[in-house]
Every structure is written in C-alpha cells, then in structure tokens.
C-alpha cells in the first residue's frame, strides 16, 4: 500500500552528515566539498537506473544557504532544519548523550543529567527525526528501500513506517551499542522510545556481533523482545583500490617527503589519527608513550610519535575541553623530554587526508587505542597502504578487533602501563614478522569492501 505522496526514489540513505557540504565565501560564492566513506561509494554502486537519493541535514551557514539558493548534487536532499532544532538534537541529544551511552564515557564531572533542558533538546531530537520521517516518506516510491544511518535517526524507522507502511525500512549503527546496565541510565521513557523507533525497522544492522547482541539485550530488559525486527552484521571494511591509488598519488608523496624530515632521519614512528573525540582515548595514548620514555630512556631520540587529532564537534564544550587537553599533554612531553634536534611528539590538528595516508605509509607502530569504537577505520587502513609493515597496536573494544586480533598486539584502553608495554614489543618486532603480520591484516580488513557491505545491506533488506 503506497501512499498518495509517494515519490520516485527506489533506495534511499538517511543521515545527519551527507556526502556533500557547503562553505560560503566571504563574496557569497558556495564551495561543495564532497566527502568520501563507505556510504558514498556505496550508494553511488547503486546507480543512476535505481533511482537513489540521499536525504541529510544541512549543517552549517553554507548548507542552509545553498538549500535557500537551490543549489545541489542530483540524488543529494538537504534538508534545512531549523538551526535552534539542529542544535539541540545534534549537539545535545545525539552527541552529549547517545553518543556518551554507546560509548560508556560518562564519568565524574562528565554526569548524566536529564532535567527539563534534556527534555527540550529531546523534543528537538524528536522534531529533527520527524523532519527526515516527513521527508523521506515524501520522495520515496512505492516499495522503495530506505537505509537509515546511526544514532542520530533512531526514531525515524517507527516514524517512516506508520507514514508508510510499504516501505522496507533499514537502520544501521555505526557506533557500539551500550551494555543493558550502561543504556538504563536513560529516562525509562525514553529507553523505551529509542528501541521502538528502531524496531520500526525491518532490519537493523550493527558492525559487530558484540553490538547486536548488546542491542538484543537492552530490547529484552526493556521491552521483553524485539518484536520481529530482523538483526544482521555487517562489517565494513576498507577500501583496498581507492586507498592504495590514493595513498601513491603526488600530494600525498610531498607529505611524506615533509613527514619524513620533521621526524628526522633513523627513527621509529608510531602514528595515530583520530577525530579528537573522548572515546579515541588519545590522551591515555599520549600517557602510554611518556612511559615508554620514561621507563626505557634507550627510546628516546630514536622514536617519534605522530599524533593528527583533527577536531571534531567544537560546539561542545567537552569535546573543546578534550581538544586542548591533548595539546596540553603533547607540549609537556616535548618539554619534559624534547631535545635540540628531537621533537618527541609531532601533533597536527589541521585534517588533512592526504597527510593522514603518507603517515599510514611510513608508520612502524599504529596505535588505536579507543575506549569503545564501533569499528575504527583506522586500524584498518594502515595496513593495508603501509610501505614496509606497520605493528598494530589495537584496543580490545574496538569493533575491528572482532577481526582483527590475531596479528594486532592488542592492548586494554585504559590501562597505560600495558599500552607502554605493548609500543615497546612493537618497536622491537622483527622486520619479517611485522611485515607477515601487516599482511594478514591487510586481507582481513578489506574482507568486506564499502560498496559490498552496502550491497548486502540492501539485499538483505529487500529479500523477505
Ligand atoms: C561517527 C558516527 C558518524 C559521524 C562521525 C563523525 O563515526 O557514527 O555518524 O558522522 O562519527 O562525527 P560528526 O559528528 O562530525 O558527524
């Protein structure tokens, strides 16, 4: 049964970042930057004939004006959603709160406190899924599939689904999901209100078995069940071809060649590069290298840790907070340990891509070292465009390890001493050894390429 405002589109992605953004310049001309990822290569796998459309939210003053100017990629639908809502839902909701459950970040000062601002931002976060509900219900066609992205949307597969009941709904987490004790630190209510709107999907996907049957549980403790909705795994892997054509092109050759003189010559490099976000843990990281210093001075002036730590969310105080406190920690261990011609962290804050694969390239040591990860790119990419073998050190909770832990030194987030240890075992470990093992990983981490997990994702939901 199809509604009468049924549209065109035969497969549709929702989510809160889109594959496309806007910035407006000072002379009012819009820049596009298109983003990369898996769900762009997948969607674009579907083609033209399918009919796709990617509905997202409009994020900054460049997005909102290019919906005001008209201006767009065919199969992209922004939608400009009032800034106060967006902001509420977002910033409050989606990344002060759900992304704080998932990822089990609260801690002393960092409380959960859910009084009246909570609920106004909740009433946004219910506001802004309804906007995507509306949309998507609008442009879709009879029968058409609808995958909807992450936390940010989990109300939006019950909303779509009483809109149109003929539509196969899918929803994909791509965070952990929280343990039963951890999630019931929400409003019951709101728990509860979670959990339906998911369970309006057909299918729900997750990235690992750990965070489905996580979901499972929290839908048993909370609701007694999880009333049909089919539930899958998919792990996404990296994308071998587009990485390794990526990683020999000339930009990213200069920013080796760059790298390479500020590490200096006849040094070891332990890279990392995350989103600076609490759940990457990159302070403890930063802790876990100062003991290596410490407590073996035989490394120092021999090793050089490169850190990109590219900011992400800076609306919120705590992520600013975050930021400048692993600014603070690199500086003191360059000033504590740093010498005339020895820098012993290299910190860049500015993101840059292509200097992010020239790191993965010439990095001896990946640490990836996430409190809780969905899954971490990361530990998959280095591998897999590393020129000599890279030892991956790899914490235990995130979601790659599920695949990845039989060649990676795998390390507990939180305990800094172990970590320090498991650098030193990987600084040391044979040429040979390390390079075997950098291949195997490069063969697990891309088992699953995006546009594959996108495919079965999409077969999985239109095969009953
Ligand atoms: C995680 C989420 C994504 C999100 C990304 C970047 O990977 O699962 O949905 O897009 O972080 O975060 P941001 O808040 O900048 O979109």
């Excluded at 005001?68 to 967006?86: C, K, Q, S, T």
């Excluded at 759900?98 to 909570?118: D, I, K, N, R, S």
């Excluded at 590069?273 to 843990?281: A, C, G, H, I």
């Amino acid at each position: 049964m199809a509604s009468e405002q049924a549209g065109a589109a035969q497969v549709l992605v929702a989510s809160n970042r889109g594959p496309v953004t806007y910035s407006l310049g000072a002379d009012g001309t819009l820049d596009a930057k298109r983003g990369g990822g898996g769900l762009v290569s997948g969607l674009s796998a579907v083609g033209d004939e399918a009919d796709a459309l990617w509905v997202c939210a409009a994020l900054g003053e460049g997005d909102r004006e290019a919906v005001r100017r008209g201006v767009g990629e065919p199969g992209v639908r922004m939608l400009d959603i009032d800034a106060d809502v967006h902001a509420a839902a977002y910033n409050g909701v989606a990344n002060s709160v759900l992304w704080f459950v998932h990822h089990m970040l609260y801690q002393t000062p960092l409380e959960p406190a859910f009084g009246p601002e909570f609920r106004a931002q909740w009433a946004a976060y219910e506001t802004y899924n309804r906007a995507f509900a509306d949309a998507l219900a609008g442009e879709a066609a009879p029968g058409a599939a609808v995958l909807v992205q992450d936390y940010h949307l989990a109300l939006v597969p019950g909303m779509l689904r009483e809109l149109r009941p003929d539509l196969r709904i899918g929803h994909f987490s791509h965070t952990p999901w929280a343990p039963v004790d951890y999630f019931r630190l929400l409003p019951d209510d709101i728990a509860e209100q979670l959990l339906r709107g998911m369970l309006g999907a057909d299918r729900l996907g997750f990235l690992t078995g750990r965070w489905a049957d996580a979901f499972t549980a929290c839908c048993v403790a909370v609701l007694g069940g999880t009333s049909g909705t089919r539930i899958g795994v998919h792990g996404l892997g990296a994308d071998a071809d587009f990485l390794r054509e990526r990683a020999r092109r000339a930009d990213v050759e200069e920013r080796l060649a760059a790298l390479r003189e500020q590490i200096g010559p006849d040094r070891k490099v332990i890279v990392r590069v995350d989103r600076t976000e609490l759940s990457k843990n990159i302070v403890r990281g930063l802790r876990a290298y100062e003991q290596l210093l410490a407590d073996r001075p035989e490394w120092r002036g021999r090793v050089v840790h490169v850190a990109f730590a590219y900011p992400s969310r800076q609306d919120l105080a705590v992520y600013r907070d975050y930021t400048t406190e692993v600014s603070r920690v690199a500086d003191a261990i360059n000033s504590a340990y740093g010498t005339e011609g020895w820098t012993p962290v290299v910190l860049h804050v500015k993101d840059d891509f292509a200097r992010s694969l020239a790191a993965y390239r010439l990095a001896d040591v990946a640490l990836v070292n996430p409190i809780r990860d969905g899954m971490n790119l990361v530990a998959k990419e280095v591998p897999v465009v590393s020129d000599e073998g890279c030892v991956l050190v790899l914490s235990r909770e995130a979601g790659a390890h599920e695949e990845l832990s039989e060649d990676a030194l795998t390390v507990n987030p939180y305990d800094v001493s172990a970590t320090s240890v498991a650098l030193h075992e990987a600084l040391l470990m044979p040429p040979a050894e390390r390079a075997e093992r950098t291949k195997r990983l490069a063969a697990a981490a891309t088992a699953l390429p995006p546009t594959q997990w996108f495919l079965d994702q999409l077969q999985a939901l239109t095969t009953p």
